[in-house]
Nanobody
Framework: QLRLVESGGGSVQPGGSLRLSCVASGFNLRYYSIGWFRQAPGKEREGISYIFSTGGNRNYADSVKGRFTVSKDNAKNTVYLQMNDLKPEDTALYYC??????????????????WGQGTQVTVSS
């Protein structure tokens, strides 16, 4: 019933940009924090960004800091991840996830109650 749907992935060249969207249904995002995660083949799922329910606190993994920006639009019940200066190592399946409460640091997968299906991002020449 509580759903998150990611979109906006695609294939780009290094240095390109994409904006991912995470649309929530069945619950109001103003009461949930959202984490962005990615998983490349053969690798563990890793946290890359986080936005608090109020939108006032944002966190980024070192690997994407300065290149990615997370934001939210409560009126549209949507969280965005703007990805600039994409690199081949950014290639992965990207997920958004919602947490009512954080029981650990933001990148801990166990915090999150709901997950989207993922959207593929491929960065190659």
């Amino acid at each position: 019933q509580l759903r998150l749907v990611e979109s906006g992935g695609g294939s780009v060249q290094p240095g390109g940009s994409l904006r991912l969207s995470c649309v929530a249904s069945g619950f109001n995002l103003r009461y949930y924090s959202i984490g962005w995660f990615r998983q490349a083949p053969g690798k563990e799922r890793e946290g890359i960004s986080y936005i608090f329910s109020t939108g006032g606190n944002r966190n980024y993994a070192d690997s994407v800091k300065g290149r990615f920006t997370v934001s939210k639009d409560n009126a549209k019940n949507t969280v965005y991840l703007q990805m600039n200066d994409l690199k081949p190592e950014d290639t992965a399946l990207y997920y958004c996830a919602a947490a009512k409460w954080l029981t650990n640091y933001w990148g801990d997968l166990n915090n999150y109650d709901s997950w989207g299906q993922g959207t593929q991002v491929t960065v190659s020449s």
